[in-house]
């Protein structure tokens, strides 16, 4: 069983839709959790930082993280078609051997069409 | 402000050579770590390097190895090229060693034939 696990989609809606992405894991060290956001054949791009447990908001992105489920979500709200990428969920935990290492899904394919 | 770069951009190897790629961080970042990302895949995790140590491995073989100059720039290399080492590698720069927040570079896109 993978650490980090994501549905890889693909996911398509309509411009204007709000967008669900998700991710469960089952280290319960991971305490810093990332959203990313690549567009095809560049490096990933980071949306979103939370730490621990609890929702942040930035624009129209929220990340929400329940830790009790070890569940993570991005919401994405009004859609556009500049949005379709692949969305990527990343997770560390607070040091001790893992210094630097991001843990990451699978990566969810987004498109949004007009 | 320049994010981070990597060259080469593209490279196409032969099995069993070697190879090595490059990356600079962003200005004033003096962590860098290296990621695998096989087609269709989540990037995994290679090594991370702090002033100029290695303080992060992840589960890659021997065959792969890094370091990090006194200007924070980085050079992976990975030997005796196999077909399965064929992937995007990224570079991330972050200001520490246990900074989360990390930025990644463009990736170089190795293809071994």
């Known amino acids: 069983q993978k650490e980090v696990e994501q549905d890889p989609g693909p996911l398509s809606v309509p411009e204007g839709a709000i967008v669900s992405l998700n991710c469960t894991y089952s280290?319960?060290?991971?305490?810093?959790f990332m959203w990313y956001r690549q567009y095809s054949r560049k490096g990933p791009e980071l949306l979103m930082y939370?730490?621990?447990?609890g929702n942040k908001e930035d624009g129209r992105f929220t990340a929400q993280v329940d830790k009790s489920s070890k569940y993570i979500s991005l919401f994405i709200r009004d859609s556009q078609p500049s949005d379709s990428a692949t969305y990527l969920c990343a997770m560390s935990d607070e040091g001790g051997t893992s210094y630097g290492k991001l843990t990451f899904g699978q990566g969810t394919i987004l498109t949004v069409h007009p | 402000d320049a994010g981070v770069t990597q060259s080469p951009t593209h490279l196409i190897k032969t099995r069993g050579q070697q190879v090595t790629l490059r990356c600079s961080p962003i200005?004033?970042?003096?962590?860098v770590s290296w990621y695998q990302q096989v087609l269709g895949q989540g990037p995994q995790f290679i090594f991370q390097y702090y002033e100029k140590e290695e303080r992060g491995r992840g589960n890659f073989p021997d065959r792969f190895s890094a370091r990090q100059f006194p200007n924070y720039s980085s050079e992976l290399n990975v030997n005796a090229l196999l077909l399965g080492d064929s992937a995007l590698y990224l570079c991330?720069?972050?200001?520490?060693?246990?900074?989360?927040?990390?930025?990644f570079g463009p990736g170089t896109r190795l293809t071994v034939t």
């Open positions: 939370t730490y621990s447990s």
């Open positions: 991330a720069s972050s200001f520490s060693s246990q900074t989360y927040e990390q930025y």
């Open positions: 200005s004033g970042h003096k962590s």
């Open positions: 280290n319960s060290a991971f305490q810093y």
